[in-house]
């Protein structure tokens, strides 16, 4: 896919691969920037990508925009590329299938607005920063209006939530992280959205960060039915297949661990009669 470059100055100046970009009086810097690359796709008949930093010193993301001018933010919402904890490498579930990692939701219907935009770019800018309890904080508050705005199931309020999980597992919350990573995923499942099978895995990424076994046997239990449930309608492609094979097989070490550990509780506890 053809990648671009998009650089936004602080004076709200921008230019693409080098060359500046005029703005139409009335018209926002991002609304320029999406028009562009919409002509870009337009050219190519195909979707182009674009790096945007936005600001000197702020991290960048990466904007997909297709030709109908449909377009979508790709944040890094997959938390496998972290190492995993020492003390479990034996369960580890394997990495994420590459098809799961392009982005944090399902491809936008209507393009970007530029409030969005701005907002994610906050977000990243606060990450690159270390200030990740502030980026927390934006990344809910976002979730949160688009919720009441566009509603729980909108592909934004997934996005969000998807970027409050990744947020959860920078700060080392991986049970956080993977509670929010099974909501967008269960939701996606259950509205049928193409990147379901994409979500499931993230939430496998962060499942397997867990460290307390009680909890993850629960968890892990949800991911399994959510497998299921992708596998009854097809959606379920080879590569996350074999995922759920290994997911299944660290759970039920877990659970066997966990049954030893009542066992022996209860044995202890007899003895002390």
């Known amino acids: 896919m053809v990648r671009f470059e998009v650089h936004i100055s602080d004076e709200g ?7 500046p970009l005029a703005l139409d009086e009335g018209r926002s810097v991002h609304e320029a920037v999406l028009d562009r690359l919409r002509q870009y796709a337009e050219q190519r008949g195909a979707p182009v990508e674009a790096t945007v930093n936005d600001g000197p010193g702020t991290t960048h993301f990466v904007l997909q925009v297709a030709p ?30 590459a098809s799961a990692r392009p982005t944090a939701g399902a491809p936008r219907s209507a393009p970007l607005p530029a409030a969005l935009a701005e907002t994610v770019t906050r977000i990243n800018a606060l990450t690159s920063d270390g200030r990740l309890d502030e980026a927390s904080a934006a990344a809910t508050a976002l979730r949160e209006n688009l919720t009441a705005s566009l509603g729980a ?34 939701t996606m499942c259950r509205t049928g959205d193409a ?3 994409a979500a499931v895995a993230r939430a496998a990424a962060a499942w397997r960060r867990l460290d307390d076994d009680r909890t993850a046997v629960t968890h892990g239990r949800e991911l399994l039915r959510l497998c299921d449930s992708l ?43």
């Open 68 to 97: 109908d001018g449909s377009s979508r933010v790709v944040i890094p919402t997959d938390p496998a590329s972290a190492p995993a904890p020492e003390s479990e490498p034996a369960p580890d579930p394997g990495p994420v299938p």
């Open 153 to 186: 199931e909108h592909p934004d309020t997934l996005e969000a939530r998807a970027m409050e999980a990744y947020l959860a597992h920078l700060r080392g919350d991986h049970r956080e992280a993977t509670v929010l990573a099974l909501d967008v995923a269960r």
């Open 195 to 197: 990147q379901a099978p």
């Open 13 to 19: 100046f921008a230019g693409i691969d080098g060359e």
């Open 231 to 273: 596998h009854g309608a097809g959606l379920l492609p080879p590569d996350h297949a074999d995922l759920a094979r290994r997911v299944r097989r660290r759970l039920e070490k877990l659970t066997s661990r966990c049954t030893g550990s009542s066992t022996a509780r209860q044995t202890n506890v007899e003895r002390s009669r």
